[in-house]
């Protein structure tokens, strides 16, 4: 065979599929309390590097991070995605109400079909929250569900304490093999990031097909299947 | 008259987690002339709840081309263009769907999953899920499937599912003809194992009395998601199309392998097919055509003849090998072969073969040159030491000398490695 370096690839450049992976994190004035957000901070910035190992081991995708904060509104803190093995995390504070809606609007936008390349895997869209919203959710949530990326998107809820809203949760996850990660404690809430963080990343990360459906109640079916972590007993409850 | 060129590799990600490749993909041959009349491709799910999707694969491509040969039976039995077109349009997507069903629960009865086979779903998906695809066992077969058939001057193109299929011009304008289905993105695809896989077929034909495309490719979704954007994997066209008409067969095979391997390593991960009809003429036309063992079809079934260099068949009145690129002679012009007459390059008559028969002697070589280095290393060493004028400690100096060989060891060794390592990197794997 010929040697290949010398063999012209045809076509254009080749490249690994993006995997947009995204935080949405509750930084309401409840978060604030029992040291609920530093948690958070320490728990995403000690999970980072078993981030970039588990997207090493899929070297066929580039994970895509983003961050997006909200508490009074929403915005975005990373203003354009950055790769794994360069993301640092900037330590979140906490205060105001729980604009989950302009949140979940928010990702609509970042997700529509104008935006995101077709050959993109499956995104990975973890909400953190400890409360209730406190602005219309639903509506936001339509928005977000309302694109094909939102449909596809693997989506994981991390309720923070037992003041979740873990309806809201549910309808979020809309998927039945998937619940609410429930993290009444620091130890909880690092394991699920730390799970999520890698677990979900290696999971999102095959070429494998989901085969499609037609039916509209049953769309969740077409998603990517995560096995959900394994139960444990993290302790007493702090939260 | 139409050759193939195919190749299909195991995606780096299936590699790295020890499963196979789960695409298939057939050569669709005329019973009665023996020419290749176009191919189906097929791409098993390989998810955890489509475990045997690699079966579902190699039964569609077999039922597909079953199908397309019945369809060449009813041109033989007198059935109009039309006729044909209004079945393949109609009854092609639903007997297709109706016959991989029927197989594929007809293999689950006679071969129900043992605890082996459902060690990784049972790892991997939770009991309830099991149970319910145990139930309703279509899923775990689920594929996609790509057809692309030539009956006449009428090209059918048939797809269900994800995957591409380019079909390129003679001037390089390459265009995609059957329409996209919104619902296959983000890994998600239609399917075989559907309840509404008939309707899910998306078919287009084309008539092409007057301009024969000259290149027709299908790939599984592998090949396309490996390219960086949509305008890089277009080029592929016009660009596969330049080395058609600037390389022997033989060669564009030896680079279908290389450009997947490189493919599923840098791009998607997954498995990755690729098939190429070439119109003969355009093969002809570069002169040094050449194919190897997995590219087939006789562009003139009526008159062909033997190369005497490869064996393989070749019109006759050819004054190139399209196999191998020899010039020919005047050779005997043969009667029409059969499938039992058709040449076939016996062992060691495969220019491929060659190579690996040149490779075998310098290894062999290699390994005496080091065996015979070996036994000079043991003579000496056991040699009767000659103690020098100021004499050291006869221990230290054994060890001396004993050292010194070591390193003589050592060099001939990374010597003779050196030279293996150069051997492999240029010659082909198979």
Redesign the interface.
């Known amino acids: 065979m010929s040697d290949v370096t010398e063999v012209r690839m045809p076509g254009g450049p080749i490249a690994s599929r993006p995997l947009h992976f995204v935080w949405i994190a509750d930084c309401s004035g409840s978060m604030s309390t029992d040291g609920k957000i530093q948690t958070l901070n320490i728990a995403v910035r000690e999970a980072l590097p078993a981030m970039v190992a588990a997207a090493d081991e899929n070297p066929e995708v580039q994970v895509l991070t983003h961050v997006l904060a909200f508490s009074t509104g929403a915005h975005w803190l990373t203003p354009q995605p950055i790769p794994v093995e360069s993301f640092s995390w900037v330590d979140l504070s906490a205060e105001g109400v729980t604009d989950l809606g302009k949140a979940l609007s928010l990702v609509a936008d970042e997700f529509s079909v104008s935006k995101m390349p077709t050959r993109a895997v499956p995104p990975v869209v973890v909400l953190l929250s400890d409360g209730q919203p406190t602005d219309d959710w639903k509506k936001g949530l339509a928005r977000f569900m309302s694109e094909p990326w939102g449909q596809k998107a693997v989506r994981i809820a991390i309720a923070i304490g037992r003041d979740a809203d873990k309806d809201v949760l549910r309808e979020f996850i809309g998927h039945g093999e998937i619940p609410v990660l429930e993290a009444c404690n620091p130890d909880a809430l690092t394991h699920y990031i730390r799970w999520v963080s890698t677990a979900v990343v290696s999971t999102v990360s095959s070429p494998a097909s989901q085969q499609a459906t037609m039916l509209a109640s049953d769309k969740s079916d077409a998603n990517v299947h995560v096995a959900p972590p394994v139960e444990q007993d993290f302790g007493p409850s702090v939260w | 008259m139409w050759r193939g060129v195919w190749h299909s590799t195991r ?3 299936h590699l790295r987690k020890g499963l196979p490749n789960q695409d298939a993909i057939a050569l669709i041959y005329g019973e009665d002339d023996g020419c290749i009349h176009g191919l189906a491709i097929s ?1 098993g ?6 475990f045997r999707s690699d079966y579902g694969s190699s039964l569609a491509v077999r039922l597909a081309t079953e199908l397309c040969i019945s369809a060449l039976r009813q041109v033989t039995d007198g059935a109009t263009q039309r006729s044909i077109r209004e079945w393949l349009e109609d009854d092609f997507p639903k007997l297709m769907a109706r016959r991989w069903t029927d197989a594929v629960l007809q293999d689950f009865t006679l071969r129900p999953p043992d605890d082996a086979e459902l060690e990784r779903p049972r790892f ?3 009991a309830s ?1 099991v149970d319910s695809l145990l139930k309703s066992p279509i ?1 775990i077969y ?1 594929a ?1 499937l790509i057809v692309v058939f030539w009956v006449g001057d009428l090209l059918f193109l048939a797809q269900l ?2 995957g591409d299929l380019l079909v390129v011009m003679d001037d390089g304008a390459t265009f995609e003809p059957v329409p996209h289905d ?10 075989l ?2 309840p ?1 896989a008939a309707e899910s077929f998306r078919t287009e034909f084309l008539q092409v009395a007057d301009r024969v495309p000259a290149l027709i490719l299908a790939s599984s ?2 090949w ?13 066209g016009p ?2 199309l330049d ?1 058609v008409r600037a390389h022997t067969l033989l ?1 564009i095979a ?2 279908l ?3 997947l391997a ?3 390593a ?5 498995d990755i097919t690729l098939g190429m009809l070439v119109r003969s003429d355009v093969v002809a036309s570069a002169v040094h055509a050449g194919a190897p063992d997995r590219t087939e079809g006789a562009d003139d079934a009526l008159t062909l003849t033997m190369c005497p260099s490869c064996r393989s068949g070749v019109p006759a009145g050819a004054s190139y090998c399209e196999w191998c690129g020899a010039p020919l002679g005047d050779q005997q012009v043969s009667s029409t072969p059969t499938d039992a007459e058709r040449p076939v390059p016996p062992p060691g008559s495969n220019p491929r073969s060659h190579r690996w028969r040149w490779l075998l002697a310098i290894v062999f070589i290699v390994v005496l040159c080091v065996v015979a280095a070996s036994v000079a290393l043991v003579l000496t060493m056991h040699r009767p030491t000659v103690l020098p004028v100021f004499r050291p400690a006869s221990g230290r100096h054994a060890a001396h000398a004993a050292s010194k060989s070591a390193d003589a060891s050592k060099s001939a060794e990374a010597s003779s490695a050196r030279s293996t390592t150069a051997t492999a ?5 198979p």
């Open positions: 995606g780096a990600s791409d799910h390989g998810n955890a709840k489509a991997t998906l939770d899920v899923s689920g996609t599912g994800d919104a619902r296959n993105f983000a890994n998600a695809t239609t399917s194992s559907l509404d979704d592998g396309r998601n490996s390219f960086a954007d949509d305008a890089g994997f277009l080029r592929v660009d596969i080395d060669e030896d680079r392998e290389i450009w490189n493919a599923t840098s791009g998607s991960g997954d990197s240029g010659t082909a794997t």
